[in-house]
């Protein structure tokens, strides 16, 4: 489609052939629709205070969608095809102008709790949505990555492709949610609920790779000898050159834990210079148990299902305390549990869920093990 033909639809001066020889054209390839979007914000943004002067298209919309399903025939049929599309595509549009974290449009500075958010260099909090598809820009409009879904990637082709300066940016996922995320050197992280992770935008002109993670990751790290990547979680470090482990880290957590699938990684106290003689080496099929309170590590053989099994949408549980069992439930269907049953703080439980509501989990533990409880709204009490 030629852009100079969709220009004129935009400026509203399309011929009646034109506009249906569009409408077919998008309806054809969601890669029409992917340019046609980007086309009309661009053009949107270059005029959006005339735009939006305009016509009330909330307004508009209503009346127009009145008159169709009341039958009036106040307009031709060709015009009331022309004037729905314009006034979806314009409410389209203009949801994604407001809605793109990336580039120089205002957001919203009332983010709701459950919204994936990401904290640019400059301090600026903007929302993610997970709808939509979008480039990721530099302040000079340089495209360095781009976000598609729930997956936000910042891979370059080279230095040309390099940011014009490096920040630090910090991307945090809500309960009940997941995201992924590509760093710069092709570094691939999902980011469990309740998670936040911050990385620069460029790893170039440094000898490390060095990252923070608060909550629960799973690392796909590109191999890169001379540039080993370090995880930084709570009092700990996690050295690696390319492997692939779990790493969770919540803040409430007794326990830092580290779940190797592939490699090796070593383990170090954070606050200590790395070491290999001082560092503890994790090989496949291990977990490492930093105790925070104590400073102390402990390496064991495990089960790597119990800690990859939420990459999927499941929770295994095997023989974990209650208390435990409570938080991992409460970050992945984004509920308040309160537990009035002092017995079961020091229980242990062995269970398993993939696509069970939050419902039918508290009932499971019912019929299992006798656990009382009631649901009002996202609060579930646990009763004696």
């Known amino acids: 489609m030629d852009d100079h033909k969709l220009t004129r639809y935009f400026e509203g001066k399309a011929t009646v052939e034109e506009v249906k020889e569009i409408i077919e054209w998008l309806e054809a390839d969601e890669a029409n629709e992917d340019h046609f979007y ?31 399903n009341d039958g009036t025939p106040s307009l031709p049929l060709f015009i009331a095809l022309r004037y729905a599309a314009a006034v979806i595509l314009l409410l389209g549009v203009g949801y994604v102008l407001y809605t793109n974290p990336f580039s120089a449009a205002p957001t919203d500075p009332h983010i709701a709790e459950n919204t994936i958010t990401l904290k640019l260099g400059n301090g600026e909090v903007v929302a993610i949505d997970e709808l939509s598809d979008l480039p990721i820009l530099t302040k000079k409009g340089k495209i360095i990555g781009h976000q598609s879904g729930n997956r936000l990637s910042y891979v370059t082709n080279g230095k040309d492709d390099l940011p014009d300066e490096i920040n630090y940016n910090t991307l945090t996922v809500p309960y009940a949610k997941r995201f992924e995320i590509i760093l710069p050197d092709s570094t691939h992280v999902t980011l469990n609920a309740g998670s936040s992770l911050t990385y620069p935008t460029s790893f170039e002109n440094s000898d490390i790779r060095a990252v ?41 957590d007794e326990l830092v834990q580290t779940a190797l699938v592939e490699g090796k990684v070593s383990i170090y106290d954070g606050a200590e210079t ?27 053989e495990t089960s790597l299902d119990m800690y990859t099994a939420w990459l999927h949408g499941k929770i295994i549980f095997k023989n974990v305390p209650f208390t435990n069992i409570m938080k991992k439930l409460e970050r992945h269907y984004d509920v308040d549990i309160v537990n009035l049953n002092g017995a079961l703080e020091s229980e242990r439980y062995t269970a398993s869920f993939d696509v069970e509501s939050i419902k039918e989990v508290m009932e499971t533990f019912k019929r299992a093990y006798g656990l009382q409880y009631q649901i009002k709204g996202n609060k579930i009490t646990i009763h004696d």
């Open 38 to 68: 980007q086309l009309k914000a661009q053009h949107v943004a270059s005029t959006f205070s005339e735009t939006s002067n305009k016509m009330d298209l909330d307004k508009k919309w209503e009346t127009f969608r009145g008159q169709l």
């Open 274 to 300: 790395y070491a290999p003689e001082t560092s503890h080496l994790l090989s496949p099929g291990q977990v490492a148990n930093w105790n925070k309170a104590e400073n102390h590590i402990q390496i064991n």
């Open 212 to 252: 923070t993670l608060i909550g629960e990751a799973y690392f796909k790290v590109k191999k890169a000898p001379s540039q080993p990547f370090i995880v930084h979680a709570d009092e700990t470090a996690i050295r690696v050159l390319g492997t692939q482990f779990n790493v969770s880290s919540y803040p409430e």
